[in-house]
Protein backbone atom coordinates (compact mmCIF):
# COMPACT_ATOMS: atom_id res chain seq x y z
CA UNK A 1 0.00 0.00 0.00
CA UNK A 2 1.20 3.50 -0.34
CA UNK A 3 -0.23 7.17 -0.53
CA UNK A 4 2.31 7.99 -4.02
CA UNK A 5 -0.82 8.85 -5.85
CA UNK A 6 -1.84 11.67 -2.73
CA UNK A 7 -4.98 8.53 -1.94
CA UNK A 8 -4.45 5.31 -0.46
CA UNK A 9 -3.64 2.41 -3.22
CA UNK A 10 -2.41 -0.81 -3.82
CA UNK A 11 1.15 -1.03 -5.79
CA UNK A 12 3.40 -4.25 -6.98
CA UNK A 13 7.00 -3.96 -6.84
CA UNK A 14 9.46 -6.80 -8.17
CA UNK A 15 11.11 -8.64 -5.74
CA UNK A 16 14.40 -7.96 -6.97
CA UNK A 17 13.63 -4.02 -7.09
CA UNK A 18 12.46 -2.22 -9.87
CA UNK A 19 8.86 0.18 -10.50
CA UNK A 20 6.12 0.26 -8.54
CA UNK A 21 3.06 -1.12 -11.02
CA UNK A 22 -0.53 0.66 -8.90
CA UNK A 23 -3.15 -2.42 -8.70
CA UNK A 24 -6.33 -1.49 -10.37
CA UNK A 25 -8.89 -2.01 -7.90
CA UNK A 26 -11.93 -0.62 -8.05
CA UNK A 27 -12.48 0.59 -4.26
CA UNK A 28 -11.83 3.12 -1.94
CA UNK A 29 -9.01 3.52 0.46
CA UNK A 30 -7.54 -0.47 0.20
CA UNK A 31 -5.80 -1.20 2.80
CA UNK A 32 -4.96 -4.59 4.58
CA UNK A 33 -4.15 -6.64 1.04
CA UNK A 34 -3.62 -10.39 1.31
CA UNK A 35 -2.72 -12.00 -2.16
CA UNK A 36 -4.40 -16.19 -2.06
CA UNK A 37 -2.00 -18.48 -1.95
CA UNK A 38 -2.74 -19.80 -5.70
CA UNK A 39 -1.53 -15.80 -6.38
CA UNK A 40 -5.03 -15.54 -8.06
CA UNK A 41 -7.04 -13.38 -6.26
CA UNK A 42 -6.28 -10.80 -3.85
CA UNK A 43 -8.74 -9.64 -0.84
CA UNK A 44 -8.20 -6.38 0.80
CA UNK A 45 -10.28 -4.38 2.84
CA UNK A 46 -12.35 -0.56 1.93
CA UNK A 47 -13.17 1.70 3.60
CA UNK A 48 -16.07 3.65 2.40
CA UNK A 49 -18.60 6.07 4.48
CA UNK A 50 -20.20 2.52 5.42
CA UNK A 51 -17.05 2.01 7.58
CA UNK A 52 -14.87 -1.41 6.53
CA UNK A 53 -15.60 -3.83 3.65
CA UNK A 54 -14.16 -6.49 2.87
CA UNK A 55 -13.19 -7.10 -1.02
CA UNK A 56 -12.29 -9.70 -3.57
CA UNK A 57 -10.52 -9.17 -7.11
CA UNK A 58 -9.18 -11.62 -9.16
CA UNK A 59 -5.47 -10.49 -10.45
CA UNK A 60 -5.68 -12.40 -13.90
CA UNK A 61 -8.37 -13.44 -16.48
CA UNK A 62 -10.91 -10.87 -18.20
CA UNK A 63 -12.29 -9.62 -15.07
CA UNK A 64 -9.08 -8.79 -13.30
CA UNK A 65 -9.76 -5.65 -11.05
CA UNK A 66 -13.50 -6.03 -10.93
CA UNK A 67 -14.16 -5.33 -7.33
CA UNK A 68 -16.81 -7.71 -5.43
CA UNK A 69 -17.68 -6.15 -1.77
CA UNK A 70 -17.99 -9.72 0.15
CA UNK A 71 -19.23 -8.36 3.54
CA UNK A 72 -18.53 -5.51 5.92
CA UNK A 73 -15.65 -6.43 8.10
CA UNK A 74 -11.64 -6.07 8.64
CA UNK A 75 -8.50 -8.22 8.94
CA UNK A 76 -8.87 -10.46 5.79
CA UNK A 77 -6.76 -13.57 5.58
CA UNK A 78 -6.78 -16.42 3.00
CA UNK A 79 -7.73 -19.89 3.76
CA UNK A 80 -4.06 -22.05 2.38
CA UNK A 81 -6.72 -23.59 0.06
CA UNK A 82 -7.45 -20.39 -1.43
CA UNK A 83 -11.21 -21.04 -1.33
CA UNK A 84 -12.28 -19.41 1.84
CA UNK A 85 -11.52 -15.89 3.60
CA UNK A 86 -10.85 -15.59 7.31
CA UNK A 87 -12.18 -12.18 8.74
CA UNK A 88 -13.67 -10.36 11.40
CA UNK A 89 -17.33 -8.36 10.24
CA UNK A 90 -18.12 -5.82 12.18
CA UNK A 91 -15.45 -5.81 14.54
CA UNK A 92 -16.68 -9.34 16.11
CA UNK A 93 -15.06 -12.68 16.43
CA UNK A 94 -13.82 -14.40 13.07
CA UNK A 95 -15.45 -15.82 10.29
CA UNK A 96 -14.92 -17.92 7.36
CA UNK A 97 -16.52 -16.87 3.95
CA UNK A 98 -16.38 -20.04 1.48
CA UNK A 99 -15.85 -18.39 -1.99
CA UNK A 100 -15.80 -21.79 -4.12
Avoid: H
Avoid at 56 to 69: A, D, F, I, N, S
Amino acid sequence: MSRQSGKPALYTIPAGGGALTRLSVNAPSPTEPDWSPDGKYLVFTSQSGAGFQICVTPMEGPLRGTTTVLVAGEDPVWAPNSRAVMCRPDGKLSTRLDLA
